[in-house]
């Protein structure tokens, strides 16, 4: 009897590995799966099949456990931030002039972590932090969990969040066997440590594979499986699929003309993109972008109330606000409570497929739209010499580097580059279709039909002695 624990860290996690064929396969593959969901049970009514659900309590870190873990995340942006953009960047942003306990903590930890940074002092900062909540009543409650249920696998589906490390913490007591599937394309190129370690590791390509192995010298090759991932996976799923006429219809559209999609991030990092809708509704308003739809899909992981003034200022905008509830208040990362609909994906998928071409702040989005060979703009206006906030600085991030090198997209810096290439791409959509098509292989490393059960398969393989 194989039994696997999954853990369902977020909302993007629920969307992955809930909304996606995953759980079925999993059902296929284990003889009991139970998911221990740091996200409330009743999101998951009707959609667990014969899962056991376990929910569990909020972990909320004491300053000694945030003081380790700060430790160690800095730690590993000191040992890779040569050479790397992303990670120096990173490592900047980090650096507190605040004067308040956690302020003095952080620039003490900056310095010793600038002299002590090697990989043996990174394992020495998490075993540090791993103390710091082993007497704490979640860790206690979370070992109990793991004791009781004897998994023969436990499979965090997101690497990053703090809030998991008691559990790996646990699973590394109760000689659990763990794995991670790597959440995003620039986790590891641009981003700080991981929770804690883990036994295998499941990335989307070869791509990703390389840099888990050159950020993290522990992990041995044949530990890393390529899977692809199952973000992109409903849109080969015939349940979330739209027909033309449902689309236009629920967004209001019209069917005769070609449709823009501008996708939003969010506000710590897309602080331009009010500019960025603006500038198109204006080329459309003076005939320099004729007879389109124009479509913004704000970002699930913020409310939208940014844009007000442009919903007024330009009421021929269609806005698609994501369908994603929040299922708790008072959480330390609220946005990761925020939980997608079966709705949403749908609407998603159909945006992605009937939309003509999509513009975006260099965001996973791009990747979307690939996945049904549409032209993608990436729009960045910002440098150091403007007023403007600087996502051009986002172009020398490794991951954004092979986006650039790539030429899958039209990277555009002013307005009238933006209107330039929107017009090519309207009347040219095949244009870089080649490039699209090799630069998506090289960061999705499989087919989308059959993520799932490939996925399931290899944790099978894992979980088995």
């Not at 160690?72 to 308040?100: P, R, T, W």
């Not at 959440?183 to 499941?202: E, I, Q, T």
């Not at 021929?316 to 369908?323: D, G, S």
């Not at 090799?438 to 499989?446: E, K, S």
């Amino acid at each position: 009897m194989k039994k696997i624990g999954i853990v369902i860290t977020d909302g993007v996690g629920f969307r992955n590995f809930i909304l996606s064929d995953f759980l079925a396969e999993a059902e296929r593959n284990f003889d009991e799966v139970v998911i221990l969901s740091c996200l409330p049970a009743t999101v998951f009514d009707g959609l667990s099949g014969k899962a056991k659900i376990l929910e569990l309590n909020v972990f909320q870190e004491k300053f000694i456990t945030w003081f380790f873990r700060k430790t160690k995340e800095l730690a590993h942006l000191h040992l890779h931030h040569k050479n790397n953009f992303g990670i120096n960047d990173n490592l900047k942003a980090n650096y507190s002039k605040v004067n308040n306990p956690r302020g003095f903590a952080t620039r003490f930890t900056f310095w010793w972590t600038s002299l002590f940074y090697s990989e043996k002092w990174i394992q020495r900062y998490n075993c540090l932090q791993q103390w710091s909540f082993k007497s704490h009543p979640i860790t206690k409650e979370y070992l109990e969990i793991v004791q009781k249920e004897h998994f023969d696998l436990l499979f965090v589906t997101h690497q990053r969040p703090p809030f998991i490390a008691p559990l790996i913490y646990a699973a590394e007591k109760c000689n659990v066997k763990t794995a991670a599937f790597i959440f995003s394309w620039d986790n590891l190129a641009s981003k700080g440590r991981m929770a804690g370690n883990f036994d295998y590791y499941l990335v989307w390509s070869g791509l990703m594979k390389q840099e888990l192995l050159h950020f993290y010298s522990g992990v041995k090759p044949e530990s890393v499986e390529i899977v692809g991932t199952p973000q992109f996976e409903p849109y080969v799923l015939d349940r979330y699929k739209t027909s033309k006429e449902v689309f236009y219809h629920k967004f209001g559209i019209d069917p005769a003309l070609k449709t823009i999609c501008f996708s939003c991030g969010d506000i710590s990092t897309s602080r331009n993109d009010e500019l960025y809708i603006e500038t198109i509704a204006n080329a459309i308003n003076a005939n320099l972008i004729d007879n389109v739809n124009f479509i913004v899909r704000t970002s699930p992981a913020e409310d939208p109330i940014r844009f007000a003034a442009l919903v007024k200022q330009f009421p021929f905008i269609k806005w698609n606000y994501p369908k994603w509830n929040l299922s708790r208040e008072g959480h330390q990362e609220t946005w990761s409570q925020r939980v997608p609909s079966i709705e949403d994906v749908s609407d998603l998928r159909a945006l992605i497929e009937f939309s003509d071409l999509n513009t975006n702040m260099l965001s996973t989005m791009s990747l979307d739209f690939m996945q049904f060979d549409k032209p993608v703009i990436n729009t960045v206006f910002g440098n150091k010499a403007n007023n403007l906030y600087d996502d051009q600085r986002f172009l020398d991030y490794a991951h954004i580097v092979n986006v650039v090198t790539s030429e899958s997209t039209r990277i555009v810096k002013n307005e009238q580059e933006l209107i330039e290439n929107i017009r090519l791409y309207l009347a040219n959509p095949s244009i870089d279709a080649e490039n699209r098509k090799q630069f998506n292989q090289l960061q999705v490393g499989r087919p989308l039909q059959g993520t799932s059960k490939h996925i399931a398969e290899t944790l099978k393989k894992w979980a088995n002695p």
